[in-house]
């Protein structure tokens, strides 16, 4: 398994609403990453874990909540957001922090 | 500062023509990494080469080839008779230090035209 699975692929939410975004990799990986990606920009890193702990908050807002229950899996809680906070949330692993990437194809979120 | 510039915002080509995408970089680190990615249209962010800093070879891979030169702090990607399938969104990446950031350019916007 050579893949980082996202899911939901979509999601409309209020902005009262709770949800939440999953990641899953099965290949070993023990940094995880979630990335913001608006429209016709680049991806921006929010969060890196590392060996399950987080070690980046790149100063992303409190609505979002990262946790990582175990090493295969990475979720991103999401609550009271705003509509500007609609955009592709991207999850991506690495064996470590020095080598490439493997993206899953993303989560395209609209808050209404 | 770390910082990746993509200077051509859009390309367009007709398909069979050559087109180098331009991928300029700025770090103080003397070990990093450079890496391209393609996004088509469905969004994922598709790998295509990783180099780190001591290795200025040039590779090729198929129709893409890639050009590493620390002397102009440029790592540019050439696709050899382009193809419509190669239309897509494509990002020159950086990570340096350990800290396992990418940071992207602005993306270059391929169009191959039938």
């Known amino acids: 398994d050579t893949e980082v699975t996202q899911t939901p692929k979509h999601l409309v939410m209020g902005m009262t609403n709770k949800k939440s975004l999953k990641c899953e990799q099965h290949m070993g990986h023990r940094a995880m990453y979630w990335y913001k990606q608006k429209a016709k920009k680049p991806p921006e890193l929010m969060f890196v874990y590392s060996y399950e702990k987080l070690s980046i908050n790149e100063s992303v807002p409190s609505r979002f909540s990262p946790e990582c229950p175990n090493s295969s899996l990475l979720n991103l809680h999401l609550h009271a957001l705003q509509p500007e906070d609609s955009a592709l949330y991207l999850c991506?692993?690495?064996?470590?922090?020095?080598?490439?990437?493997?993206f899953g194809s993303g989560t395209r979120l609209t808050v209404v | 500062a770390q910082k990746v510039t993509q200077a051509q915002t859009e390309i367009s080509v007709v398909e069979k023509e050559d087109v180098t995408l331009d991928c300029v970089y700025e770090t103080r680190d003397t070990t990093y990494y450079l890496f391209w990615y393609k996004q088509p249209p469905s969004g994922e962010l598709v790998f295509l080469i990783r180099?780190?800093?001591?290795?200025?070879q040039n590779e090729i891979s198929g129709r893409y080839s890639w050009n590493f030169q620390k002397s102009t702090s440029s790592f540019n990607f050439t696709i050899t008779a382009s193809q419509v399938v190669d239309s897509a969104v494509y990002f020159c990446?950086?990570?340096?230090?350990?800290?396992?950031?990418?940071?992207f350019g602005q993306g270059t916007t391929l169009q191959v035209k039938p």
């Open positions: 180099r780190n800093s001591f290795d200025e």
């Open positions: 991506a692993s690495s064996q470590d922090r020095q080598l490439g990437y493997t």
């Open positions: 990446a950086l990570r340096s230090g350990n800290t396992g950031k990418l940071i």
